[in-house]
């Protein structure tokens, strides 16, 4: 089970600092989770002002 961003990501940026794997990018306007890379530690959800990261 890893975390996915949802098509809600306003692209603020907040998360990706939140992640100690770094697995986090921006693409598309958007940012993305790096599935073989997530260690499924949740930091990244706490973070998000919208609610766009959950488990998949
Ligand atoms: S769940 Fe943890 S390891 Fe996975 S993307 Fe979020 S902060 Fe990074
Ligand atoms: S914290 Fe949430 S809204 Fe901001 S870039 Fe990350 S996923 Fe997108």
């Not at 992640?19 to 990244?44: F, Y």
Request: negative net charge.
């Amino acid at each position: 089970m890893v975390y996915k961003i949802s098509d809600d990501c306003i692209n603020c940026g907040a998360c990706d600092s939140s992640c100690p794997v770094e697995a986090i990018s921006e693409a598309d306007g958007k940012r993305v989770i790096d599935a073989s890379s997530c260690i499924s530690c949740g930091a990244c959800a706490d973070t998000c002002p919208v609610s766009a990261i959950s488990e998949d």
